[in-house]
T-cell receptor, first 111, second 116 residues
């Protein structure tokens, strides 16, 4: 069955370190997305991609970057982790105009 | 102004009660899509329904039903005879033309607590 996976599921890191969160989908979807979820804010879009080598900034992109070298993967990098980036991160994928399917989430704590 | 407003932050009901979760959206597009997602306590996000702006028919799926009214820009979700397993956060979302109908704008969610 097609799926979307994220790793790691939990991560604790220190302020200033670079962190990469992985996202892998086997739906063969063109579009991939990264969100963060925080209490009181719901889901906010960080970055998204419409296809290989395409990346776009979302609502809260500062301090984050992504790259898309193939259809299946969209890793999210925190250049220099900050305590404000402590959050739950969700990856999602979709075909245009259709529902997004979400990964299980990564809980990131920056100490 | 919020694009998707879920005014009910939290709702508590007793099992078997009916409950309606409200969603009001804002868009200038004539073609758009609306979605509902469920996030149970385990944390995953589960897709429930997608509705395009040209289809105003109500939809029913088991105990779940959705009422889409363009005149009031609302896409409300009703759970009939609620069960404890319905306890979750429910998100309404909007997809518009400017994003190529790809990105979603989410409401802040409504937490539903169903007690036995």
């Amino acid at each position: 069955d097609a799926e979307i996976t994220q790793s790691p599921r939990h991560k604790i890191t220190e302020t200033g370190r670079q962190v990469t969160l992985a996202c892998h989908q086997t739906w063969n979807h063109n579009n991939m997305f990264w969100y963060r979820q925080d209490l009181g804010h719901g889901l906010r879009l960080i970055h998204y991609s419409y296809g290989v080598h395409d990346t776009n900034k979302g609502e809260v992109s500062d301090g984050y970057s992504v790259s898309r070298s193939n259809t299946e993967d969209l890793p999210l990098t925190l250049e220099s982790a900050a305590s404000s980036q402590t959050s739950v991160y969700f990856c999602a994928s979709s075909n245009t105009g259709y529902e997004q399917y979400f990964g299980p989430g990564t809980r990131l704590t920056v100490t | 102004a919020q694009k998707v407003t879920q005014a009910q932050t939290e709702i508590s009901v007793v099992e078997k009660e009916d409950v309606t979760l409200d969603c009001v959206y804002e868009t200038r597009d004539t073609t758009y899509y609306l979605f509902w997602y469920k996030q149970p306590p385990s944390g995953e996000l589960v897709f429930l329904i997608r509705r395009n702006s040209f289809d105003e028919q109500n939809e029913i799926s088991g105990r779940y039903s959705w009422n889409f009214q363009k005149s009031t820009s609302s896409f409300n979700f009703t759970i009939t005879a609620s069960q404890v397993v319905d306890s979750a956060v429910y998100f309404c979302a909007l997809s518009e033309a400017k994003s190529g109908y790809s990105t979603l704008t989410f409401g802040k969610g409504t937490m539903l607590l169903v007690s036995p």
